[in-house]
Every structure is written in structure tokens, then in C-alpha cells.
């Protein structure tokens, strides 16, 4: 309803034509251990996805997500290894993040910057703020089993950062689609003048979505650091432009208002699973940068010309011509 | 107002942060104030400032270009490349400025002729751009043609070269920004992108320019720095996009387009090369420098943001409304605005008219 539903059956498609390139090209991508680790990643890709679906709904953007995703990633590395329990592990870094969302949050609604000047400055505060701390390049290893289980173990059969990824989404998509909270996001990213109108404080909408982001950021990094049992500062790197691929990719309109969870879990697979099949053809990482940039425009040219061609997508455009019928 | 304040406030933040500079450098190191650092301090910002000017033409249409230092990245590896495939140095050097060319070209025509907000697709093709970087180059340093050594070394007049070069790129901006049409356009089309359209001039066209510009002069500033290292690699000009966009900022340009001057950029650039330099020559680890230049981009972006309002409280006028900026419009793109079809611009309207 509120988003282009089309959007997500051309992801569907084109992920399953990528799977069955692979299934034909590399049958060995589909060794159980490799299917593992691609779940594990696509579901902690997903909750930055998700993140990322909260501010580009608002109409903002945050590319200072690599920074906080880096900081959280250390914090929590540091406060398994000092012997925290790890639920204290998790609470310790998503507060963490969800200060450093803060940051952004009161430069873009208190201070009024606009999101990509702030959210640069914090990019560069956090990380060289990190390094300065942490006094140089910080490498912490070792983390004790207890922590590591959150990213290596399994729950019932599932692996942890799957189970987790999946709660967090199903309460990202029931408070965006059913919640009154989750709807603010939609109307102050469609039309900040009618949402201010109808009584919608827009600025706080604004802010809590770039604290969630950080929230949600910080969550990812726990895991990541879990699942890899070390964590370094510059672990952060590749995940503010992941972010955005995520969430472009999934249909979320770059100017505010649309996108959904739907979207973000198939893009998270989409993209995961293509930077995955770079890894096991043993290619430079950066290619999997360069195909991320060449899916955001993919994403953004095929939704440029869809809304040309019909002003509609193909499944809207069915249904409207199926009402028009029943109209007759 | 407006144009009272979009003149004298930078002259006033940028004049009193080059004097706390000057003195707070002089004080960490006595070797800063020597003009034989102040000229090496600058010379090794002139790449910096060359993408910056371009970068500022981009900003005052209203949009913004975050692929900059990948196509500074990739210009130097295709010239290393056809240097190495035997082409004469110059010849070599045409193809890195025409291949930083046609990288703006590919931003420009995805931002004017499709509409899409320029902060996404130069994200996308700085990754694409880089990527091609590696590509080309194997990801292995390239040596530069030895020609190229009196554009990196060399000296006219003891100024040296790359400083040359910059002074030289400026000067042409600026009578082209200041003393043409083509400049009161770029300014006319991020202040008002529709009077333009109904003038009848091609929006679409000075979008695409002011995206080719940046690329172009990107490619620029990647032979000067590639004749300044001797070498040419892929990974050259990573985080120049924060750098120069900082630079504009501190310079005085808004993000939505229409105000900022040259002026600005340039002594915003010699402002921060000389905050780098003076860290440096006191032994500041570089980290913190990217801590201070973070800081420096926030304070000044808050500062442009609320100086006026501030002022006018002072004098005790309270005609003078405070910023009116209640949503970051920024994300939305008013250089793209009038490739929009009707339906899809229509949010995109609301908001921007909201912000006026």
C-alpha cells in the first residue's frame, strides 16, 4: 500500500536469477557451511538495512553509519573481554550507538543541519574520536566464549544473529506498518507540512529515527564482532554505503516517505548474497563496492523509469486497471 | 538581509578562524610562520583546492558531489596507464583530465536527465569510480611520467607549481562565475530552478555542467597530486569528498544552493591547510586532525546556521525570523527538481516551498 510492491517482485526475481547463475556456475556456493555464513550476514546486513530504512524514510540520510557501527563494534569487543555478561555486552553498545544517533540527532533537528553535513562531521568525529581513545589502530581479539556465541552459536537449531535479526525486523515492520509510532516516520518523510499540521512533532520523528539507526547499527556490530570474535576500528568501513545500497535497493524513495521491511529483508539477501559470490570467486573486496554503487543505480534508474513509463509500478498498475473495471 | 549575511559572515568567520590559526599555530611550533612552510603548506592543498572549486559550483546549483576523490583516483591510474602504453606525457594527461570529464558527465546526466537526488548517485559512482580504479590499475602504484616532475617540483617566480596551477584554475572560475552569464545562471538555477526554466534556459544542461566541472577539474587535481607523489594508485584521494565538501562549508556555501562565493573557498581551503599543516608540524596524529576537521565542518555548518538570527537578537530586531530550516531539505535535490515529472516531484515540491 505504501510502497511500490513492484519493486519487491523485481528484487525477488532478480535474486532468484542470481541463484540460479550460481546453482549453474557454482554448485559449491551452496555448501550448507557457506549457505550458513551468507544467513548470518544477510540477517545482520538486514537490521543496518533497517536502520538505514528509518532515516531515508524521514527523508534524511546518515553516512556516518560506518563510524558508528565501527565505535559500537569496539565498545562491545571491549566490554566482553573486561568480563561483562554479555546481555550487559549488548545493552553497554547499543547504548553506545544510540548516543552517537543522538549526536546526529540533536545537529539535525535541534541545531537544523542539514542531515549530510552533520552526519559527514560525525562520520569523521566518531572514528577519529575512536582512534584518538583507543590510541591508535585498535585490534581487539580474543573475545570469551560467551560473547562469541551471540555471532557463532545457535538457538534451536538457528543461528543466533538469524533469530535476532528476525525479532528485530518483526517488530521494525508491526511499529512502521501497524503502529501509530511506526506511521509518524511515512508522514513526516511523504510531507513534513501536512504531518506538522496534523499535530506530528516532525523533529522529534526526525531525531528518534537517527537514534534507532544508531540503536540498530550498534546491534549489528555486537553480532558482527561476535561472529568474527575480534573486532578492529575500521571494521565499519564498507557499511555506510552497504547501508544505503540496502535500503535504495529495496525501494525506499531517496526522497522521503516510502519503504518497507518486506523490502529491506530482500534487498539485505540480494545484496549479501552478490557480495558473497564475489568472496568465493576470491575477488577484492572493493569489486563488491563497485557492484553495491552499480545496484544503487540499477535501483534508482529502474524506479525512475517505472514511475515514467506509468506513473505507476506493474502490480499497481494491475490493480488499478482491475478497479477501473470494477468501476465500469 | 540575505545578501548581507551571505557575504560579510563568512569574511568575518573565515578572517577571525585564519587569525586564531595564525596565532594558535605560531604559538604550538615557531617553524609555522616561515614562508617557505606557509608556501609548502598551501602547495600540498592545491589539489584539495582545485576539487573544491568545482565542488562549490556543484553546491551553489543545490546539490552535491561525494565521488570526487574516486575520480581523482581513477584520472591518475589512466594516465599512469596510457603513460605507460607508450602515450606522450601530455597526451597522457589529456586522458586523466578526460576521463575526470566524463566521470562528471555520468553524475551530471544521471542527476539532470533522470531527476535522481545527487547525494545518492554520487555515492553510488564513488564506489563504481573506485572500483574502476582498481580495475584499470591492477591496484598496483603506477610510476608517473618523468615530464610531469616541474608540474609537481617545480617553481615560477618561487611560487610553486601545484599552487600555480590552483591560482591559475581560480582566477578562470572566477571571472567565469563573477563575470559571466553562464555564472549568474549557476547561481539563478540554485536559487530559483523553476524562474530559470521558465526563462527558458537549459536547467538541465547547467546541472549536467556544473557536475562535468567537478569532474573535470577532479581529474585535475589528480595529475597535480600524481606529479607531486611521482606515482599514480587506486586508492589515492580516499575521504577528499569530506575534506572539500568541509572546505565549501567553512567557506561559506549553502547545501541548498544559491549562496557561497569562490572567495570563500579559497580562503576556507588555505584556512584548513594551514590548521593540517601547524597539527602536523606539532606532531598531531592524523586522526585527530580528521577528529579536528570534523569539528571544524560541524562548528562552522552551526555557526552559518544561527549567526544571523544571533545577531539580530542582539540588536534587538525581532523582524528577522530565525533559521527557517525545520526539516534537513537537503536530501532532496533542487538541482534535479525540474527533470521531475509532476508525480514524482510533487513531495519533493512541498518541501522544498516549505523551506522558503
Known amino acids: ?328 | 538581509m540575505r545578501a548581507e549575511t551571505s557575504r560579510v559572515l563568512p569574511a568575518v568567520i573565515l578572517g577571525s578562524l585564519l587569525l586564531a590559526t595564525v596565532v594558535v599555530m605560531s604559538l604550538l611550533s615557531p617553524r609555522f610562520l616561515a614562508l617557505s612552510n606557509i608556501l609548502s603548506a598551501l602547495s600540498l592543498a592545491a589539489p584539495l583546492g582545485i576539487i573544491a572549486i568545482g565542488m562549490t559550483v556543484v553546491i551553489l546549483i543545490g546539490g552535491i558531489d561525494l565521488s570526487v576523490g574516486s575520480i581523482l583516483a581513477l584520472s591518475t591510474v589512466s594516465i599512469g596507464v596510457a603513460a605507460q602504453a607508450g602515450l606522450p606525457a601530455w597526451l597522457a594527461a589529456v586522458v586523466g583530465l578526460a576521463v575526470g570529464a566524463g566521470c562528471g558527465l555520468v553524475n551530471g546526466l544521471l542527476v539532470s536527465r533522470l531527476g535522481l537526488p545527487s547525494i545518492v548517485v554520487t555515492i553510488a559512482t564513488m564506489a563504481v569510480f573506485a572500483g574502476l580504479a582498481l580495475a584499470v590499475s591492477g591496484g598496483s602504484s603506477l610510476p608517473a611520467p618523468a615530464e610531469f616532475t616541474f608540474l609537481g617540483f617545480g617553481r615560477i617566480a618561487g611560487i610553486p607549481m601545484p599552487l600555480v596551477v590552483w591560482l591559475l584554475v581560480f582566477v578562470v572560475a572566477l571571472i567565469a562565475i563573477s563575470g559571466t552569464r553562464y555564472g549568474e545562471h549557476i547561481y539563478a538555477l540554485g536559487t530559483n530552478p523553476r524562474a530559470l526554466r521558465y526563462a527558458g534556459l537549459h536547467d538541465r544542461r547547467l546541472t549536467a555542467s556544473a557536475f562535468v566541472l567537478s569532474g573535470l577539474l577532479s581529474g585535475l587535481a589528480g595529475l597535480v597530486f600524481m606529479a607531486t607523489v611521482s606515482s599514480a594508485k587506486s586508492n589515492f584521494g580516499q575521504g577528499y569528498e569530506l575534506a572539500v565538501v568541509t572546505i565549501v562549508v567553512v567557506g561559506g556555501a549553502a547545501l541548498t544552493g544559491g549562496a557561497g562565493t569562490l572567495w570563500g573557498t579559497l580562503l576556507a581551503t588555505a584556512v584548513i591547510a594551514l590548521i593540517r599543516n601547524g597539527l602536523s608540524i606539532a606532531f598531531v596524529p592524523s586522526e585527530v586532525q580528521t577528529l579536528v576537521t570534523g569539528a571544524a565542518l560541524i562548528v562552522t555548518a552551526v555557526l552559518y546556521q544561527w549567526a544571523p538570527a544571533l545577531v539580530a537578537q542582539l540588536r534587538g530586531r525581532r523582524d528577522v525570523p530565525p533559521p527557517a530550516v525545520t526539516e534537513s531539505v537537503t536530501v532532496t535535490d533542487p538541482g534535479s527538481e525540474p527533470a521531475h515529472p509532476p508525480a514524482a516531484s510533487r513531495r519533493h515540491t512541498t518541501k522544498k516551498e516549505t523551506m522558503q
Open chain 1, 1 to 328: 500500500m505504501y510502497s511500490d510492491r513492484s519493486s519487491q517482485f523485481s528484487i525477488a526475481g532478480f535474486l532468484v536469477i542470481l541463484l540460479v547463475a550460481l546453482a549453474i556456475a557454482a554448485p559449491r556456493f551452496f555448501d550448507p557451511r557457506n549457505l550458513g555464513d551468507l544467513g548470518t550476514t544477510t540477517a545482520i546486513a538486514a537490521i543496518v538495512g533497517l536502520g538505514a530504512l528509518f532515516v531515508i524514510v524521514t527523508g534524511n540520510i546518515d553516512v556516518s553509519a560506518g563510524a558508528i557501527y565501527g565505535a559500537s563494534a569496539v565498545v562491545a569487543a571491549l566490554a566482553a573481554n573486561a568480563g561483562l555478561p554479555t546481555p550487559l555486552v549488548i545493552v553497554v553498545a547499543v547504548a553506545t550507538g544510540a548516543a552517537l544517533g543522538l549526536v546526529n540527532a540533536v545537529l539535525v533537528t535541534l541545531l537544523k543541519l542539514p542531515s549530510i553535513i552533520a552526519t559527514l562531521g560525525t562520520s569523521s568525529l566518531f572514528t577519529g574520536g575512536l582512534i584518538a581513545i583507543t590510541q591508535g589502530g585498535l585490534w581487539v581479539v580474543g573475545l570469551p566464549d560467551g560473547f562469541t556465541w551471540l555471532g557463532q552459536g545457535s538457538l534451536l537449531g538457528v543461528s543466533v544473529p538469524i533469530v535476532v535479526a528476525v525479532c528485530v525486523l518483526a517488530i521494525g515492520a508491526f511499529a512502521l506498518a501497524r503502529t501509530r509510532f511506526g506511521r509518524r516516520f511515512y508522514a513526516v518523510g511523504s510531507n513534513p507540512e501536512a504531518a506538522r499540521l496534523a499535530g506530528i512533532r516532525s523533529r522529534a520523528v526526525e531525531g528518534s529515527a537517527f537514534v534507532i539507526n544508531g540503536a540498530l547499527l550498534a546491534l549489528a556490530a555486537t553480532l558482527t564482532a561476535a561472529r568474527l570474535g575480534q573486532a578492529q576500528n575500521n571494521i565499519g568501513a564498507s557499511i555506510t554505503i552497504a547501508a544505503i545500497t540496502i535500503a535504495v535497493v529495496a525501494g525506499t524513495s531517496v526522497f522521503g516517505g516510502t519503504g518497507t521491511v518486506l523490502g529491506i529483508v530482500l534487498a539485505a539477501m540480494l545484496v549479501q548474497t552478490t557480495t558473497s559470490a564475489l568472496t568465493f570467486f576470491h575477488l577484492d573486496p572493493l569489486w563488491a563496492q563497485m557492484t553495491q554503487g552499480l545496484l544503487i543505480l540499477a535501483a534508482l534508474i529502474l524506479s525512475v523509469v517505472q514511475r515514467r513509463r506509468s506513473g505507476l509500478g506493474l502490480v499497481p498498475r494491475l490493480l488499478r486497471r482491475k478497479e477501473a473495471v470494477d468501476a465500469r
